[in-house]
Protein backbone atom coordinates (compact mmCIF):
# COMPACT_ATOMS: atom_id res chain seq x y z
CA UNK A 1 0.00 0.00 0.00
CA UNK A 2 1.12 3.39 -0.46
CA UNK A 3 2.09 5.27 2.37
CA UNK A 4 4.20 8.21 3.32
CA UNK A 5 5.95 8.70 6.88
CA UNK A 6 8.13 11.69 8.18
CA UNK A 7 9.73 10.44 11.42
CA UNK A 8 10.57 13.51 13.21
CA UNK A 9 7.45 15.00 15.11
CA UNK A 10 8.94 17.97 16.22
CA UNK A 11 12.39 19.33 15.46
CA UNK A 12 13.82 22.20 17.18
CA UNK A 13 16.77 24.34 15.58
CA UNK A 14 18.53 27.38 16.06
CA UNK A 15 18.31 30.27 13.69
CA UNK A 16 20.99 30.19 11.01
CA UNK A 17 21.74 26.33 11.24
CA UNK A 18 21.28 23.83 8.52
CA UNK A 19 17.85 21.99 8.19
CA UNK A 20 17.01 18.39 7.28
CA UNK A 21 13.38 17.04 7.74
CA UNK A 22 13.15 13.77 6.52
CA UNK A 23 10.53 11.81 4.25
CA UNK A 24 10.05 8.26 3.36
CA UNK A 25 7.77 6.72 1.22
CA UNK A 26 5.89 3.69 0.06
CA UNK A 27 5.29 3.78 -3.72
CA UNK A 28 4.99 1.16 -6.35
CA UNK A 29 6.55 3.23 -9.38
CA UNK A 30 8.22 6.74 -9.31
CA UNK A 31 6.16 8.75 -7.36
CA UNK A 32 5.21 12.56 -7.61
CA UNK A 33 6.56 13.65 -4.31
CA UNK A 34 5.94 16.87 -2.86
CA UNK A 35 6.41 19.15 0.58
CA UNK A 36 4.69 21.78 1.70
CA UNK A 37 4.94 24.25 4.37
CA UNK A 38 1.87 25.50 7.26
CA UNK A 39 2.83 29.26 8.86
CA UNK A 40 0.49 29.15 11.51
CA UNK A 41 -2.88 30.25 10.67
CA UNK A 42 -2.64 29.96 7.27
CA UNK A 43 -3.24 26.67 4.58
CA UNK A 44 -0.70 24.85 2.87
CA UNK A 45 1.89 26.50 0.48
CA UNK A 46 3.86 23.96 -1.95
CA UNK A 47 7.56 24.24 -1.14
CA UNK A 48 8.83 21.78 -3.91
CA UNK A 49 7.51 19.13 -6.27
CA UNK A 50 9.44 16.17 -7.96
CA UNK A 51 8.05 14.12 -10.80
CA UNK A 52 11.00 13.59 -12.83
CA UNK A 53 14.15 14.38 -14.14
CA UNK A 54 17.15 16.01 -11.56
CA UNK A 55 16.59 13.82 -8.69
CA UNK A 56 17.40 17.20 -6.41
CA UNK A 57 14.75 20.09 -6.46
CA UNK A 58 15.00 23.70 -5.94
CA UNK A 59 12.06 25.53 -4.19
CA UNK A 60 10.72 28.33 -2.77
CA UNK A 61 11.70 29.91 0.43
CA UNK A 62 15.43 28.72 -0.28
CA UNK A 63 14.47 25.09 0.21
CA UNK A 64 15.81 22.43 -2.03
CA UNK A 65 14.90 18.14 -2.14
CA UNK A 66 16.85 15.23 -3.39
CA UNK A 67 14.83 11.90 -4.20
CA UNK A 68 16.62 8.97 -3.35
CA UNK A 69 15.09 6.26 -4.95
CA UNK A 70 17.28 3.33 -3.56
CA UNK A 71 16.18 4.72 0.11
CA UNK A 72 12.82 5.53 -0.81
CA UNK A 73 13.14 9.14 0.82
CA UNK A 74 12.29 12.79 0.01
CA UNK A 75 14.53 14.86 2.49
CA UNK A 76 13.95 18.57 2.52
CA UNK A 77 17.23 21.00 3.25
CA UNK A 78 17.53 24.56 3.72
CA UNK A 79 21.45 25.78 4.76
CA UNK A 80 20.11 28.42 6.77
CA UNK A 81 17.08 28.67 8.77
CA UNK A 82 15.58 31.72 9.06
CA UNK A 83 12.80 32.44 12.33
CA UNK A 84 10.21 32.62 9.52
CA UNK A 85 10.70 29.11 8.20
CA UNK A 86 9.09 28.12 11.96
CA UNK A 87 6.00 25.77 10.61
CA UNK A 88 4.02 22.56 10.31
CA UNK A 89 6.20 20.39 6.90
CA UNK A 90 4.11 18.07 4.97
CA UNK A 91 5.44 15.39 2.43
CA UNK A 92 3.21 14.29 -0.08
CA UNK A 93 3.27 11.15 -2.34
CA UNK A 94 0.62 10.85 -5.60
CA UNK A 95 -0.91 9.79 -7.53
CA UNK A 96 -2.59 6.58 -5.31
CA UNK A 97 -5.99 5.63 -6.18
CA UNK A 98 -8.11 8.42 -8.25
CA UNK A 99 -5.26 10.24 -8.64
CA UNK A 100 -5.10 11.65 -4.94
CA UNK A 101 -2.13 12.18 -3.29
CA UNK A 102 -1.51 11.14 0.50
CA UNK A 103 0.07 13.62 2.85
CA UNK A 104 2.43 12.57 5.54
CA UNK A 105 1.73 13.46 9.58
CA UNK A 106 4.06 16.38 9.49
CA UNK A 107 6.90 17.81 11.25
CA UNK A 108 6.49 21.08 13.47
CA UNK A 109 9.58 23.03 12.63
CA UNK A 110 10.57 25.17 15.79
CA UNK A 111 13.60 28.17 15.59
CA UNK A 112 15.85 29.33 18.06
CA UNK A 113 16.24 33.41 17.81
CA UNK B 1 -6.38 37.69 -6.87
CA UNK B 2 -6.77 34.76 -4.89
CA UNK B 3 -6.27 31.05 -6.35
CA UNK B 4 -8.35 29.05 -3.94
CA UNK B 5 -10.64 31.04 -1.33
CA UNK B 6 -12.80 29.83 1.28
CA UNK B 7 -15.77 31.56 3.64
CA UNK B 8 -16.29 31.48 6.35
CA UNK B 9 -12.22 31.60 7.63
CA UNK B 10 -14.01 31.22 11.13
CA UNK B 11 -16.94 29.12 12.53
CA UNK B 12 -18.47 28.92 15.58
CA UNK B 13 -21.55 26.69 16.47
CA UNK B 14 -23.51 24.78 18.83
CA UNK B 15 -24.22 20.78 18.38
CA UNK B 16 -26.95 19.87 16.12
CA UNK B 17 -26.61 23.01 13.70
CA UNK B 18 -26.03 22.66 10.41
CA UNK B 19 -23.59 24.72 8.43
CA UNK B 20 -22.12 25.35 5.26
CA UNK B 21 -18.70 25.81 4.01
CA UNK B 22 -17.61 27.82 0.38
CA UNK B 23 -15.15 27.28 -1.57
CA UNK B 24 -14.13 29.11 -5.59
CA UNK B 25 -11.26 28.84 -7.22
CA UNK B 26 -9.81 30.66 -10.54
CA UNK B 27 -7.47 28.36 -12.04
CA UNK B 28 -9.38 26.72 -14.06
CA UNK B 29 -8.57 23.18 -12.46
CA UNK B 30 -11.34 20.38 -12.94
CA UNK B 31 -10.64 18.80 -9.73
CA UNK B 32 -10.94 19.86 -6.37
CA UNK B 33 -11.26 18.10 -2.69
CA UNK B 34 -12.32 18.30 1.05
CA UNK B 35 -10.04 17.76 3.85
CA UNK B 36 -10.08 17.86 6.85
CA UNK B 37 -7.21 18.64 9.29
CA UNK B 38 -7.51 17.17 13.22
CA UNK B 39 -6.08 18.87 16.10
CA UNK B 40 -2.99 17.11 15.60
CA UNK B 41 -2.62 18.93 12.31
CA UNK B 42 -3.26 15.09 10.41
CA UNK B 43 -4.70 16.08 6.61
CA UNK B 44 -7.72 13.30 5.77
CA UNK B 45 -9.14 13.53 2.47
CA UNK B 46 -12.41 13.88 2.72
CA UNK B 47 -14.05 14.29 -1.01
CA UNK B 48 -12.89 14.98 -4.68
CA UNK B 49 -14.71 16.45 -7.18
CA UNK B 50 -13.66 16.57 -11.00
CA UNK B 51 -15.75 19.00 -13.23
CA UNK B 52 -18.50 18.46 -10.69
CA UNK B 53 -18.82 14.82 -10.41
CA UNK B 54 -17.61 13.35 -6.93
CA UNK B 55 -14.89 11.10 -7.74
CA UNK B 56 -13.83 10.13 -3.81
CA UNK B 57 -16.24 9.67 -0.74
CA UNK B 58 -13.59 8.45 1.87
CA UNK B 59 -16.20 6.92 4.30
CA UNK B 60 -17.37 10.57 4.92
CA UNK B 61 -20.19 10.40 7.89
CA UNK B 62 -23.42 11.00 5.73
CA UNK B 63 -24.00 14.15 7.59
CA UNK B 64 -21.20 15.51 5.20
CA UNK B 65 -22.85 16.37 2.00
CA UNK B 66 -20.44 17.87 -1.11
CA UNK B 67 -21.86 19.91 -3.57
CA UNK B 68 -20.14 21.26 -6.80
CA UNK B 69 -22.51 23.51 -8.69
CA UNK B 70 -19.44 24.22 -11.51
CA UNK B 71 -16.33 23.12 -11.76
CA UNK B 72 -14.88 26.28 -9.99
CA UNK B 73 -17.08 25.90 -6.54
CA UNK B 74 -17.45 22.97 -4.47
CA UNK B 75 -19.03 23.38 -1.00
CA UNK B 76 -19.42 21.48 1.84
CA UNK B 77 -22.85 20.94 3.88
CA UNK B 78 -22.77 19.54 7.32
CA UNK B 79 -25.85 18.80 9.32
CA UNK B 80 -26.58 18.10 12.50
CA UNK B 81 -22.83 19.37 14.19
CA UNK B 82 -20.76 17.16 16.29
CA UNK B 83 -18.02 17.67 18.86
CA UNK B 84 -15.96 15.58 16.85
CA UNK B 85 -16.53 17.69 14.08
CA UNK B 86 -14.69 20.81 15.31
CA UNK B 87 -10.93 21.08 12.97
CA UNK B 88 -9.86 22.83 10.30
CA UNK B 89 -11.70 22.38 6.73
CA UNK B 90 -9.10 22.86 3.48
CA UNK B 91 -10.42 22.79 0.35
CA UNK B 92 -7.84 22.29 -2.45
CA UNK B 93 -7.75 22.81 -6.50
CA UNK B 94 -5.42 20.20 -8.09
CA UNK B 95 -3.29 21.04 -10.99
CA UNK B 96 -0.37 19.05 -12.86
CA UNK B 97 1.39 16.23 -11.78
CA UNK B 98 -1.53 16.38 -9.03
CA UNK B 99 0.02 19.62 -7.86
CA UNK B 100 -2.42 20.70 -4.55
CA UNK B 101 -3.63 24.45 -4.37
CA UNK B 102 -5.38 25.16 -1.00
CA UNK B 103 -7.50 27.69 0.14
CA UNK B 104 -6.44 29.65 3.64
CA UNK B 105 -8.66 27.03 5.75
CA UNK B 106 -12.11 27.32 7.68
CA UNK B 107 -11.68 27.22 11.22
CA UNK B 108 -14.92 24.92 13.00
CA UNK B 109 -15.17 25.27 16.39
CA UNK B 110 -18.60 23.03 17.60
CA UNK B 111 -19.62 23.72 21.20
Known amino acids: AQSVTQPDIHITVSEGASLELRCNYS??????LFWYVQSPGQGLQLLLKYFSGDTLVQGIKGFEAEFKRSQSSFNLRKPSVHWSDAAEYFC???????????FGPGTSLSVIP | DTAVSQTPKYLVTQMGNDKSIKCEQN?????MYWYKQDSKKFLKIMFS???????INETVPNRFSPKSPDKAHLNLHINSLELGDSAVYFC??????????FGPGTRLLVL
Open chain 2, 92 to 101: ASQGLQETQY
Open chain 2, 27 to 31: LGHDT
Open chain 1, 92 to 102: AVGPTSYDKVI
Open chain 1, 27 to 32: YGATPY
Open chain 2, 49 to 55: YNNKELI
